[in-house]
């Protein structure tokens, strides 16, 4: 039975696996995830007795973060990732969470974010740009920590932008060419992002830009237009 959105605001489980995520992005990824909604679960998972998690506790009071105690009880190997799984699947079948917010870099979780993006609901990857693919391309969006730890602090002379890669170029012209059009050519760039996110886990603040519109504007290969009801407009140039 489907969550009733209309009296509330959606409720976004955020699960941290800290021994392969950066404490520094907890604050960025808060401020994206409210977009989604209210997080009102906070967990991080890990052995909290290793030394190398000390930053991570002193996070934990500060942004209300529940920490979940998992002892490494064989070398090289710790129960995190199965503690994580575990309690996904019983916020998932709770009906209760209305989106899930996953800091890993680790591509262990891809088979977590698949079952739970088959159930209807958004799954937000936080990770370094090092993130196996197959872990981001299982996240409805992916977002590389660093690059929003960069944009907050607003770091370089551009700002924290990063050069659009040709992988990116590539999908906004598939989904341009796949998007309605109007007589003169231009598609409603709203369609061409709702496209380009159907088939790929890309996010533009990956690039350091908060939206879309933004992002284009530096391509090229395209054209944009603003309309009178606000819209953005698009139209390929080459």
Request: hydrophobic residues 35%.
């Given at each position: 039975?489907p969550?009733?959105?209309?009296?509330?605001?959606p409720?976004?489980?955020l699960l941290?696996d800290?021994?392969?995520?950066?404490h520094?992005?907890?604050?960025p990824v808060?401020?994206v995830?409210a977009?989604?909604?209210?997080v009102n679960i906070r967990?991080?998972?890990?052995?909290?007795r290793?030394?190398?998690?000390?930053?991570w506790?002193?996070?934990l009071?500060?942004y209300?973060i529940?920490?979940?105690q998992q002892f490494?009880?064989?070398?090289?190997?710790?129960a995190?990732d199965m503690?994580m799984t575990?309690?996904?699947m019983?916020?998932?079948?709770?009906e209760?969470?209305?989106g899930?917010?996953i800091m890993?870099?680790?591509?262990?979780?891809?088979?977590?974010?698949?079952r739970?993006?088959q159930?209807?609901?958004?799954?937000?990857g936080?990770?370094s740009?090092?993130t196996?693919?197959?872990f981001?391309?299982?996240?409805?969006r992916?977002?590389?920590v660093?690059?929003l730890?960069k944009a907050?602090?607003g770091?370089?002379?551009?700002?924290?932008k990063s050069?659009?890669?040709?992988?990116?170029?590539?999908l906004?012209?598939d989904?341009?060419?796949?998007?309605k059009r109007?007589?003169?050519?231009f598609?409603?760039?709203s369609?061409v992002?709702?496209?380009a996110?159907?088939?790929?886990?890309f996010?533009?603040?990956?690039?350091?830009?908060a939206?879309?519109?933004?992002?284009?504007?530096?391509?090229?290969?395209f054209?944009?237009?603003?309309?009178?009801?606000?819209?953005?407009?698009?139209?390929?140039?080459?």
């Amino acid at each position: 039975m489907p969550n009733d959105h209309s009296r509330h605001s959606p409720n976004i489980a955020l699960l941290i696996d800290a021994d392969n995520a950066s404490h520094q992005g907890i604050d960025p990824v808060l401020t994206v995830l409210a977009e989604l909604g209210t997080v009102n679960i906070r967990r991080a998972y890990g052995n909290w007795r290793k030394q190398g998690l000390k930053s991570w506790v002193d996070k934990l009071h500060r942004y209300g973060i529940e920490p979940q105690q998992q002892f490494d009880l064989t070398k090289g190997k710790n129960a995190t990732d199965m503690k994580m799984t575990i309690d996904a699947m019983d916020l998932l079948y709770s009906e209760r969470v209305d989106g899930f917010g996953i800091m890993s870099s680790d591509s262990d979780f891809m088979p977590m974010a698949m079952r739970i993006r088959q159930d209807g609901l958004p799954v937000y990857g936080f990770g370094s740009n090092k993130t196996p693919d197959a872990f981001k391309q299982a996240c409805s969006r992916f977002i590389d920590v660093d690059a929003l730890i960069k944009a907050e602090k607003g770091a370089g002379a551009s700002g924290g932008k990063s050069e659009v890669d040709e992988e990116i170029v590539a999908l906004l012209i598939d989904a341009y060419d796949a998007a309605k059009r109007d007589e003169n050519g231009f598609a409603a760039l709203s369609a061409v992002g709702q496209r380009a996110g159907n088939r790929s886990s890309f996010d533009v603040r990956n690039y350091g830009y908060a939206r879309l519109s933004d992002l284009i504007e530096t391509i090229p290969n395209f054209q944009t237009e603003k309309r009178a009801n606000g819209q953005v407009w698009v139209k390929r140039l080459r």
